[in-house]
């Protein structure tokens, strides 16, 4: 199996705080990998360590053979990785559909010149990226809402936005910040079974969740993570019997 | 109101047309000298607060020195056409590379700042360019000015009377608009746009974000300095007086006040705030005055300004949809 993230030995220091110790982990193509742990395990960071928001103070991040440790953001998501963040960042001012076409920046190509001389080619690309949204949207099942600003949809809609507009790059690896965060039960099962169907179509998923049902019902294999040390992986069964673990969730929560 | 707005969406393309057709008519209608003075300014201000728009209302980058790039392209135009002849073909393209060099210039701070920070700069910038306008003696003839530029003139015809200048000015607006317009309906202008709304999500996206804001800031610098390139053929004498931070401010307050990120709100603002004082001359002196106040009121009233919120094309696609759902049921 090729892997298509590999992240070794990751250290990331704020000042005196260690916020990942030492971490290494890898996903192969086709899984869905969850990583969880309590408040401030450092799961966010690690997120914004492999999508090159930190640059780790020691360690390398791979995406499939190629070292992207010291890329820009801008070049990690045209090399292949898109995300979503856990408090949701989207373009508000822009309608729903316009957020899932700027997703396609990396994959289109028309630049000032085609915008100001109405090239055949901007056309073309036009036409192509509207077909193209209106399938995620579809799929994310956001297409009544395609002509309203993201800012106004409601919540768990602009969850699922965030979802669209990354998988618009069309990804090597999908990450997600707790995507069921805030939702109601059926958004929930609604977002699993979206996730599902990612997942059938051939998509590798990295997702951060609190959500412990979801994390169990859809990863292949979780991480966990607490105080910046990983301290178990494996099936969700070997996760939810590990001793580390428990403790970990019954020092600091309920 | 929202009935009017969705009429506009509706129609905007015969709107647009039957503005241009009056903007056309409307020389031959008023032939007043004093009527068509004040048009010829509403004209150039529309060019310059369009362009501040692109980095005010589609950027989302305050800035408080683009009198200077109005200025630079001025000045461009002034010393090429008295010291070496030029025709404004050629003063207006090289006002546009010269304003678009400095816009990079201005831009190139981006790396490192941000939001407020480069306002700051913007100001400095714009100071700094003043200075040197005021103080290169041998170029630009400090605080005495460039007297004495030469008319519009294009492939050997002279654009003297006002109504010619207007023609001029008109053909400026309509490039202005069109390339703003052309702009923002791209995938540049939709990445420039992501930035504006949420800069991390943008790079997390694969934009640039750097990259382009630079090209904001040239592409602004570029419209703007064609702006000035037009003023000192049309106004035939320019100092350094024209172009302060105070100019700047007022540039300002026409890019939001009409709206920001809003074409229609750019034409519309600067007209009304452009002709208003002028038809009230006794206010003129407390024009200052009168636009603090307007903006202090903008602000909290209705901070993204007149047209900030509407979004024609986005009620038009609505309009479109719900058509369509009711031609279906
Ligand atoms: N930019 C930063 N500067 C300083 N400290 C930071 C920074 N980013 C994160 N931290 C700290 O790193 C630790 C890990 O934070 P992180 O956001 O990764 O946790 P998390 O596991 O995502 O938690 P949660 O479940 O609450 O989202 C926290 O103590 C946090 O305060
Ligand atoms: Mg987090």
């Known amino acids: 199996m090729s892997e298509v993230l590999k992240v070794s030995g990751v250290t990331q220091r704020f000042g005196g705080l260690v916020a990942l110790d ?19 395990a450092g799961k966010t960071t690690l997120f914004n360590v492999i999508t090159g928001i930190y640059h780790p103070t020691e360690g390398q991040v791979f995406l499939e053979d190629t070292e992207i440790t010291t890329y820009k953001t801008h070049e990690i998501a045209k090399a292949g990785f898109a995300r979503t963040f856990q408090n949701i960042r989207l373009f508000g001012k822009l309608s729903v559909m316009d957020n899932v076409i700027a997703g396609m920046h990396t994959r289109r190509k028309t630049n000032l010149f085609d915008a100001i001389f109405q090239t055949g080619r901007r056309r073309r690309e036009g036409r192509e990226a509207q077909e193209k949204a209106e399938k995620l949207l579809k799929l994310m099942d956001l297409w009544e809402d395609r002509h309203s600003l993201a800012s106004s949809l409601p919540y768990g809609h602009q969850r699922r ?36 169907q990612l997942k059938q179509m051939g998509l590798t998923i990295f997702l951060i969740e609190h959500d412990m049902k979801f994390v169990m019902n859809i990863c292949e294999r979780i991480y966990v993570l607490n105080h910046g040390v990983l301290i178990a992986q494996g099936t969700p069964a070997q996760v939810s019997q590990n001793q580390a673990v428990i403790e970990a969730y019954l020092g600091e929560e309920d | ?20 057709a009056l903007a056309i008519v409307f020389p031959f209608v008023f032939t007043s ?41 001025a000045y461009t135009a002034a010393i090429l056409s008295t010291r070496l002849n030029l025709s404004s073909l050629g003063t207006f393209l090289a006002a546009m590379v010269v304003a678009g060099l400095f816009g990079l210039l201005l831009g190139l701070p981006v790396l490192k700042l941000k939001g407020y920070y480069l306002t700051v700069v913007t100001l400095g910038f ?8 005021l103080n290169w003696m041998d170029l630009t003839r400090g605080s005495l000015g460039i007297a004495a530029i030469p008319p519009l003139n294009f492939f050997g015809q002279i654009f003297k009377s006002s109504r010619s200048v207007y023609f001029v000015a008109l ?7 069109y390339v703003v317009h052309s702009i923002i309906n791209s995938r540049v202008g939709l990445a420039v746009m992501s930035i504006r709304d949420d800069d991390v999500a943008a790079a997390s996206i694969g934009i640039p974000v750097f990259r382009y804001k630079v090209m904001v800031f040239i592409v602004a610098g570029m419209l703007a300095g064609l702006a000035g390139a037009f003023y000192a053929h049309y106004i035939s004498f320019i100092d350094p007086s024209g172009f302060t931070t105070s100019a700047s401010l007022d540039l300002v307050i026409l890019a939001i006040f009409g709206g920001q990120g809003s074409i229609p709100g750019a034409i519309l603002g600067t007209t009304l705030l452009t002709v208003l004082p002028e038809t009230m001359r006794s206010l003129m002196e407390y024009r200052q005055m009168i636009y603090g106040v307007i903006i202090v009121v903008m602000m909290l009233v209705k901070p993204d300004g007149l047209l900030g919120r509407v979004n024609f094309k986005y009620i038009r696609q609505r309009l479109q949809m719900k058509a369509e759902k009711e031609a279906k049921a």
């Open chain 1, 22 to 40: 030492n971490i290494s982990i890898h996903i192969g193509q086709g899984e869905i990998v969850g990583i969880i742990g309590p408040n401030g």
């Open chain 1, 161 to 196: 936005l965030e979802i669209a507009r990354a998988l618009a790059a069309e990804p090597k690896l999908l990450l997600l910040d707790e995507p069921a965060a805030g939702m109601n039960e059926q958004e929930t099962e609604e977002l699993r079974e979206m996730v599902l």
């Open chain 2, 1 to 20: 109101m929202n009935k009017i707005f969705e009429f506009c969406a509706w129609h905007s393309g015969k709107l647009t047309v039957g503005a241009l």
């Open chain 2, 33 to 73: 000298s004093y009527v068509l003075r004040i048009a010829i300014t509403v004209l150039m201000y529309i060019v310059l607060s369009l362009s501040l728009n692109l980095l005010v209302g589609f950027l989302g980058q305050m800035s408080m020195g683009h009198a200077a790039f109005w200025g630079i392209g």
């Open chain 2, 126 to 133: 714009c100071e700094i360019v003043r200075l040197v306008e």
């Open chain 2, 171 to 177: 053909v400026l607006v309509v490039l202005a608009v």
